[in-house]
């Protein structure tokens, strides 16, 4: 009832004869206002004031979409940590800047001589173009190398007085996001960004294990990597599901796994990162290469190599960006969100860097009219808890892509549906929004987020609500969510 006060504070300093004229033509009209404020913020008090939400930092805003009336609001220029979120500006941004037709490209290069008895006398290259298909269990042709193979007989050559070389240079070296945990590192979920991706970045180590207790016993990896060393500290217990970590450095061929895992499973898989997916991929080409009746005479490497000049055989396309960024936002694939992020980075013909990224994400989006000044940007996932970014700045990012975007109906479609599919799917089920909020959630240790629209029956829902350090588990949040989104919706 504070405004209410405020609004009878404010009418007293207001001369008698404009009194009279507000009396007989606006009084009504502002007395809608204020009825509408009241319920909007008993609406935001109810969603606040709990001992679950009372005191964590929450950025909250809802806008229509339409005419961009603030409808709820609590401290929404506030910038937060908002998880996998982020995601929506690492897609909106690369959507805009290369379209939904954009495809990732990998060459296959060649220098020195083809003779006449098909011997290549040089080296054959693979040129990574940070692709994250190549050989991906979510789409992409995963029976590349066999195309790869034939692109090679077609261009002549049956020996090869060289090697195979695995060019990244695309992106930089620091393939580690340096804002990310230690916990993280080593882990599927947050596997190195290399200019050449390979299998998702991903191996899978397989445990049997047996009593409550015990120690398991590493089975095999796959696929396999020479040279790769892990030690085991993981114990069977009574968990249902993986709760086994990695830990090592990019490039290094040792890991060490600790944890949990369930007891007596006969196999158990437990996903690490790939130290090297383009030295692995050169080894990969090379065997298919000797098996389909090549030779060759030097082992595989990856490495960096701009000095000599060099002739392309054959182009690799992946699927298109639309596809890669739908990916990106329906399942909150970090890996493939993390080359998207890396390629906005490469803007302009150069390296693509996390600084670069990032300082290309904000020019983008400034000339755009955005609150640049509440978007603290680490990565292009999320992953990192050192990031930060406001309600506000979300709800006018999306309004963007809504509204002025020639691309919005990809972005649109790019996102989780309640109800039906992704990181959504078991939220507002069997409910009145169900199929009605199309949104990116966000999730990590303390944080609890969603961004995105809401159809009603008469109109369209920008929203964004940021919690962080709520007192209480992510599932009470997202119920306290879910029933904010409802009131709304109203």
């Known amino acids: 009832?504070?405004?209410?006060?405020?609004?009878?504070?404010?009418?007293?300093?207001?001369?008698?004869?404009?009194?009279?004229?507000?009396?007989?033509?606006?009084?009504?009209?502002?007395?809608?206002?204020?009825?509408?404020?009241?319920?909007?913020?008993?609406?935001?008090?109810?969603?606040?004031?709990?001992p679950l939400l009372q005191n964590a930092n929450v950025s909250l805003l809802v806008k229509d979409l339409k005419n961009g009336v603030t409808l709820y609001e609590s401290r929404s220029k506030n910038s937060a940590v908002t998880a996998s979120t982020m995601k929506v500006i690492t897609t909106s941004t690369v959507l805009e800047m290369f379209g939904p037709d954009y495809k990732f490209e990998t060459r296959l290069e060649i220098d020195g001589e083809i003779t006449k008895d098909s011997t290549l006398n040089g080296n054959l290259y693979i040129r990574?173009?940070?692709d994250p298909t190549l050989g991906s269990d979510k789409m992409g042709d995963k029976d590349f190398l066999k195309k790869w193979v034939v692109a090679v007989r077609k261009a002549g050559i049956k020996n090869i007085k060289g090697r195979i070389i695995a060019d990244e240079s695309f992106f930089e070296k620091q393939?580690?996001?340096?804002?990310?945990?230690?916990?993280?590192?080593?882990?599927?979920?947050?596997?190195?960004?290399?200019?050449?991706?390979?299998?998702?970045?991903?191996?899978?180590?397989?445990?049997?294990?047996g009593a409550v207790g015990t120690t398991p016993e590493m089975l095999r990896v796959e696929p396999e990597i020479a040279g790769l060393n892990i030690d085991n500290f993981v114990k069977s217990t009574n968990t249902s599901s993986d709760n086994a970590y990695f830990y090592g450095a990019p490039y290094a061929n040792y890991r060490f796994v600790t944890g949990e895992i369930p007891a007596n499973k006969a196999e158990f898989p437990v996903k690490g990162d790939i130290p090297n997916p383009a030295l692995l991929l050169?080894?990969?080409?090379?065997?298919?290469?000797?098996?389909?009746?090549?030779?060759?005479?030097?082992?595989?490497?990856?490495?960096?190599?701009?000095?000599?000049?060099?002739?392309?055989?054959?182009?690799?396309?992946?699927?298109?960006?639309?596809?890669?960024?739908?990916?990106?936002?329906?399942?909150?694939?970090?890996?493939?969100?993390?080359y998207l992020f890396k390629l906005i980075g490469t803007k302009n013909g150069v390296t693509g860097t996390t600084d670069r990224a990032i300082d290309n994400i904000k020019t983008f989006w400034k000339s755009k009219g955005l609150s640049v000044?509440?978007?603290?940007?680490?990565?292009?996932?999320?992953?990192?808890?050192?990031?930060?970014?406001?309600?506000?700045?979300?709800?006018?990012?999306?309004?963007y892509m809504k509204n002025k975007s020639q691309y919005a109906d990809v972005f649109y479609k790019s996102l989780p549906v309640s109800g039906e599919s992704g990181t959504l799917k078991s939220i507002l089920v069997k409910t009145p929004l169900q199929g009605k909020v199309h949104a990116k959630s966000g999730t990590i240790e303390r944080v609890k987020s969603y961004v995105g629209y809401i159809e009603t029956k008469d109109r369209t829902l920008v929203f964004a609500i940021i919690v962080n350090n709520p007192y209480g588990s992510s599932s009470a949040v997202v119920k306290k969510m879910e029933e904010f989104m409802l009131e709304v919706a109203k």
């Open 1 to 50: 009832m504070n405004f209410i006060r405020y609004f009878c504070k404010e009418l007293k300093n207001i001369n008698s004869n404009s009194f009279f004229i507000m009396k007989r033509i606006h009084l009504p009209v502002l007395f809608l206002l204020v009825s509408n404020f009241v319920f909007s913020q008993n609406a935001v008090n109810n969603f606040l004031n709990t």
């Open 128 to 130: 990574g173009g940070g």
């Open 175 to 209: 393939v580690i996001n340096p804002k990310w945990t230690w916990e993280d590192m080593g882990n599927y979920y947050a596997p190195g960004i290399h200019g050449i991706s390979y299998l998702d970045n991903t191996y899978r180590l397989y445990f049997r294990s």
């Open 282 to 338: 050169a080894q990969h080409f090379h065997a298919k290469l000797i098996e389909s009746g090549f030779s060759i005479s030097e082992s595989p490497v990856a490495q960096d190599n701009e000095a000599c000049r060099k002739f392309v055989i054959y182009k690799h396309f992946s699927p298109p960006l639309s596809d890669v960024i739908t990916e990106t936002n329906v399942k909150s694939n970090n890996h493939y969100a993390e």
């Open 373 to 399: 000044d509440q978007l603290f940007q680490c990565d292009g996932s999320g992953l990192s808890p050192a990031i930060g970014v406001s309600a506000n700045f979300f709800v006018e990012l999306l309004t």
